[in-house]
């Protein structure tokens, strides 16, 4: 990765983790009983349950691992701009799309891997976390990367 590289992949992960953060505090708020439990959620993906009796602490862990899996799926967003150019010429296509996988590969890959373990299917949520990821996740990596990678 070039020194270039880094302030993009940042910025890009910052953007989409203050975007999906702030959409889920505010849909999925009459679940959780305040945004402390919504983090400890987060954090349960490496804790299970006991993340929900850890306190501020785990609220803080899971707003970490969130922040991590944001950069994360930023950083291969700008990879794959690097190799696959429409990428980046075709951001408002290509973010929106990238966002529906981001949210498919979470929920399909990352949660079942995780100490959450498998979640039954509801089409409700679904339509609810790609609206979601679509607007918060991909749109904003993908414009991110456009206006500031070479």
Excluded at 29 to 55: D, P
Excluded at 141 to 150: C, D, G, P, Y
Aim: with cysteine; net charge positive; glycine share 10%.
């Amino acid at each position: 990765m070039n020194r270039s590289a880094l302030p993009v992949i940042l910025r890009a992960g910052l953007t989409a983790g203050v975007m999906d953060i702030t959409a889920a505090l505010i849909v999925y708020a009459h679940w959780f009983a305040n945004s402390v439990r919504l983090l400890q959620g987060i954090a349960s993906g490496l804790l299970g349950k006991a993340a929900f009796e850890g306190g501020l602490a785990t609220a803080a862990l899971g707003l970490l691992c969130h922040f991590t899996i944001a950069t994360g799926a930023a950083t291969v967003y700008y990879g794959a701009s690097r190799v696959l150019p429409i990428l980046v010429r075709g951001a408002w296509v290509t973010g929106p799309l990238y966002g529906i996988a981001v949210y498919f590969f979470m929920q399909l890959v990352v949660i079942p891997l995780s100490a959450i373990g498998p979640r039954p299917f509801s089409w409700h949520l679904t339509l609810i976390g790609n609206a979601i990821h679509i607007c918060c996740v991909g749109l904003p990596i993908a414009l991110t990367v456009k206006r500031f990678s070479r």
